[in-house]
């Protein structure tokens, strides 16, 4: 009797699943099959208008620093010459307040056979001295009164060496001028120097004109 009353219950269970409607696909949706994760990736880099297939070449996608002064404009301003012209390009200048320039740190430097002969480092006086001659760019312009004649690199505070500048490196400077006493010929100014974007070199520089 038992037995014959657990097989009923069992039919009857599946009797009522039979019975019951399937569920109806919601209305206004439509289904799709799922893209593969490659797929997915491909499609969302085309809408973005990023082709992985055709990305430019690493030669191709660095720009290059801005020319404002080339290296001949800079011979015209400032007096030094090799081995001691330590500016190779102005990339941006604004008359009486600030310039930004760039130098090409090679292994033909003529410092690095001894600074030092296994490990090529730019000295630290030299980047300063480097520094020091973007501001003469800005100090002996017309727009400041200066000429080559009177403004000579006077002394610095407050610097600081962050990082080892090496053959390679790309050495950019910005030298700001902060106070400039023209009845004195005194003139104040702050400079930063970095690699890949990277302080290595900072601190106030004091500049001064010869007839001051």
């Known amino acids: ?22 569920a109806a696909p919601r209305q206004g949706r439509v289904a799709f099959p799922r893209a593969a994760p490659r ?8 809408a973005a208008g990023d082709n992985a297939e055709e990305e430019l070449p690493i030669e191709k996608r660095i720009a290059a620093y801005p020319t404002v002064m ?3 404009q800079i011979r015209e301003i400032l007096p030094h010459r090799f081995p001691f012209l330590l500016v190779d390009r102005v990339i941006e200048y604004k008359a009486g307040e600030y310039a930004v320039a760039i130098k090409n740190v090679t292994i033909n ?6 600074h030092f002969p296994e490990r090529p480092i730019m000295p630290g006086v030299l980047m300063v001295e480097a520094m020091a001659q973007v501001g003469g760019i800005v100090m002996l312009q017309p727009e400041v009164g200066g000429s080559q004649d009177n403004f000579f690199f006077a002394g610095v505070d407050k610097v600081r060496f962050r990082k080892p500048v090496i053959a390679g ?27 890949g974007g990277d302080v290595v070199c900072e601190g106030e520089f004091l500049l001064i004109s010869a007839t001051g």
């Open 169 to 195: 490196d790309t050495l950019v400077m910005r030298m700001t001028l902060t106070k400039y006493q023209k009845r004195f010929g005194l003139a104040k100014m702050e400079g930063k120097a970095y690699v």
């Open 109 to 114: 430097d003529n410092f690095f056979p001894g």
């Open 39 to 46: 797929q997915r990736l491909v499609a969302r880099r085309a």
């Open 1 to 22: 009797m038992e037995t014959a009353a657990a097989a009923a219950v069992s039919v009857s269970r599946s009797a009522c699943r039979a019975a019951l409607p399937s």
């Open 70 to 72: 080339d290296i001949n």
